[in-house]
């Protein structure tokens, strides 16, 4: 019993490096001796100390003859810091109890092998689906290529997102957009389409009076570049990454005027009007950024679940009516390949929120 509240406080300990680590996982370690923690630690920050190496350092000799409880299997290779598998060795660790392993192919088993080569007793398993869970995005990234995206929607009590006119509506409550200001904090970006800009012209930071001491890369899908030269993305680029992915022929000039004011561009040299979505997301991986909140519109939100890319939802329904003429949340989506998992509901405010997982067996579609 004692090991999986030790465990349990090593993945509470990973948590705090949410929206720091990327695309590095998130990592917690405690030490035990005699009954007693004498160490803990957890991944920070990208490049610095490993949770292990943290606790071995807190401990100091009182590591010696422990058991290290840590999320995921430690690394056994150089990278930007030594292999965490030598200093547990080091260290005269005697038992290491793992969550899970690391599925990076220069890992993927070799850290516990060399722990066991050194005759340190390992256990492995532990709390696997909270671990798991705790690091969607990086095993996502490690098996697929992919970055983790969670897409969240504000819809009325009859599945709507605007007024009918196509007006921007504020349909969720003041603890409801706070709670989404929370989750730009935590991923690596933010993804929308033009057409959210458009009519909403928003900003996708953090904007909550104890928040913004990290904000989301905001990246938009707009493959013939309508993006204008006065919106917010585009005056706050300097400031906060912004990116917009196109497609070859998009205008010249524009893109020039756009990229003095600071935007970055992703350009896709293939397909036929729309852009390859799959294809903006590898990109998006390729460069660290694994774990995406998309707060776009209708129309990315089903090419996105059609596509079979969409890992997690958060749908805060607010109590108003909007009626048939409004836009609805989501075009036609293939429902038969859908597979929602652990829903959960809560309210948030005068709001209900529906967070769940999901996973596609069969997806249609690619591109938008």
Same mark, same amino acid.
């Given at each position: 019993?004692?090991? #999986?509240?030790?465990?349990?406080?090593?993945?509470? =300990?990973? @948590?705090?490096?949410?929206?720091?680590?990327?695309?590095?996982?998130? +990592?917690?370690?405690?030490?035990?001796?005699?009954?007693?923690?004498?160490?803990?630690?957890?991944?920070?920050?990208?490049?610095?100390?490993?949770?292990? +190496?943290?606790?071995?350092?807190?401990?100091?000799?009182?590591?010696?003859?422990?058991?290290?409880? %840590?999320?995921? @299997?430690?690394?056994?290779?150089?990278?930007?810091?030594?292999?965490?598998?030598?200093?547990?060795?080091?260290?005269?660790?005697?038992?290491?109890? %793992?969550?899970? @392993?690391?599925?990076?192919?220069?890992?993927?088993?070799?850290?516990?092998?060399?722990?066991?080569?050194?005759?340190?007793?390992?256990?492995?398993?532990?709390?696997?689906?909270?671990?798991?869970?705790?690091?969607?995005?990086?095993?996502?990234?490690?098996?697929?290529?992919?970055?983790?995206?969670?897409?969240?929607?504000?819809?009325?009590?009859?599945?709507?997102?605007?007024?009918?006119?196509?007006?921007?509506?504020?349909?969720?409550?003041?603890?409801?957009?706070?709670?989404?200001?929370? =989750?730009?904090?935590?991923?690596?970006?933010?993804?929308?389409?033009?057409?959210? %800009?458009?009519?909403?012209?928003?900003?996708?930071?953090? #904007?909550?009076?104890?928040?913004?001491?990290?904000?989301?890369?905001?990246?938009?899908?707009?493959?013939?570049?309508?993006?204008?030269?006065?919106?917010? $993305?585009?005056?706050?680029?300097?400031?906060?990454?912004?990116?917009?992915?196109?497609?070859?022929?998009?205008?010249?000039?524009?893109?020039?005027?756009? @990229?003095?004011?600071?935007?970055?561009?992703?350009?896709?040299?293939?397909?036929?009007?729309?852009?390859?979505?799959?294809?903006?997301? #590898?990109?998006?991986?390729?460069?660290? =950024?694994?774990?995406?909140?998309?707060?776009?519109?209708?129309? =990315?939100?089903?090419?996105?679940?059609?596509?079979?890319?969409?890992?997690?939802?958060?749908?805060? +329904?607010?109590?108003?009516?909007?009626?048939?003429?409004?836009?609805?949340?989501?075009?036609?989506?293939?429902?038969?390949?859908?597979?929602?998992?652990?829903?959960?509901?809560?309210? %948030?405010?005068?709001?209900? $929120?529906?967070?769940?997982?999901?996973?596609?067996?069969?997806?249609?579609?690619?591109?938008?």
């Amino acid at each position: 019993m004692m090991d #999986r509240e030790y465990m349990s406080a090593a993945l509470a =300990l990973a @948590e705090k490096g949410r929206g720091y680590t990327s695309p590095n996982p998130r +990592v917690g370690a405690i030490l035990v001796r005699d009954g007693a923690i004498v160490g803990q630690g957890f991944h920070e920050r990208f490049g610095g100390a490993h949770a292990e +190496v943290a606790a071995l350092t807190e401990a100091g000799e009182r590591a010696r003859g422990a058991t290290l409880f %840590v999320t995921l @299997e430690p690394c056994s290779v150089w990278g930007k810091t030594p292999p965490c598998t030598e200093a547990i060795i080091d260290a005269g660790i005697a038992r290491v109890v %793992v969550s899970i @392993e690391d599925p990076n192919p220069e890992i993927a088993g070799r850290g516990l092998t060399a722990l066991r080569k050194a005759d340190i007793q390992v256990e492995l398993g532990l709390l696997r689906s909270d671990a798991t869970r705790l690091n969607a995005p990086y095993l996502k990234f490690r098996t697929t290529g992919l970055p983790h995206v969670h897409l969240k929607l504000a819809v009325s009590l009859d599945g709507r997102v605007a007024a009918p006119d196509g007006s921007p509506l504020l349909i969720s409550s003041d603890e409801s957009r706070a709670h989404v200001h929370l =989750l730009r904090s935590q991923v690596d970006a933010v993804l929308i389409g033009i057409g959210t %800009v458009l009519s909403d012209d928003p900003s996708l930071t953090d #904007r909550r009076p104890e928040g913004g001491l990290r904000q989301p890369a905001r990246i938009v899908i707009d493959s013939t570049l309508r993006m204008p030269d006065t919106a917010t $993305l585009t005056t706050g680029a300097n400031e906060h990454r912004t990116i917009i992915a196109v497609g070859a022929k998009a205008a010249t000039e524009r893109r020039r005027r756009l @990229e003095r004011a600071g935007v970055e561009f992703w350009t896709q040299t293939g397909g036929d009007g729309g852009l390859d979505l799959e294809e903006t997301l #590898r990109h998006a991986a390729a460069e660290g =950024l694994i774990d995406i909140l998309c707060e776009g519109g209708p129309r =990315l939100a089903t090419s996105l679940l059609n596509a079979g890319l969409v890992d997690r939802i958060s749908f805060f +329904v607010g109590p108003v009516l909007l009626g048939a003429a409004a836009p609805a949340a989501l075009g036609r989506i293939g429902l038969d390949d859908m597979v929602i998992s652990e829903g959960r509901w809560s309210t %948030v405010g005068a709001d209900v $929120l529906f967070e769940a997982g999901i996973t596609q067996d069969h997806a249609i579609g690619t591109g938008r």
